[in-house]
Nanobody, 118 residues
Framework: QVQLVESGGGLVQAGGSLRLSCAAS????????MGWHRQAPGKQRELVAT???????DYADSVKGRFTISRDNAKNTVYLQMNSLKPEDTAVYYC????????????WGQGTQVTVSS
């Protein structure tokens, strides 16, 4: 069973920065993709950014140019550097990993709150 431990959320003023981390453990299978989603109150969960094992990245249009996703394959850890934060970035951020088990499976972290004040 894969465990995901997230850290780095908090309260920041608009224009500030935060860095989220998510460490995966409990699997010897390859982690094909890692990513971050977020869910604001009253809204559906949405994709923020993803990164493959080959370090290909994809971002939501709303965060392009402000957020950077990266990963350390040796540590099975994914990061999300968030700069120029806006109040509309306020949400619970969830880490997600896609593991090449048999069958392949998605795992989710418990979520970390990010609050951006205006």
């Amino acid at each position: 069973q894969v465990q995901l431990v997230e850290s780095g959320g908090g309260l920041v003023q608009a224009g500030g920065s935060l860095r989220l981390s998510c460490a995966a453990s409990g699997t010897f299978f390859p982690i094909l993709a890692m990513g971050w989603h977020r869910q604001a109150p009253g809204k559906q969960r949405e994709l923020v950014a993803t990164i493959t094992s080959e370090l290909n990245t994809d971002y939501a249009d709303s965060v392009k140019g402000r957020f950077t996703i990266s990963r350390d394959n040796a540590k099975n850890t994914v990061y999300l550097q968030m700069n120029s934060l806006k109040p509309e970035d306020t949400a619970v951020y969830y880490c997600n990993v896609y593991v090449l088990e048999r069958p392949p499976a998605n795992y989710w972290g418990q979520g970390t709150q990010v609050t951006v004040s205006s």
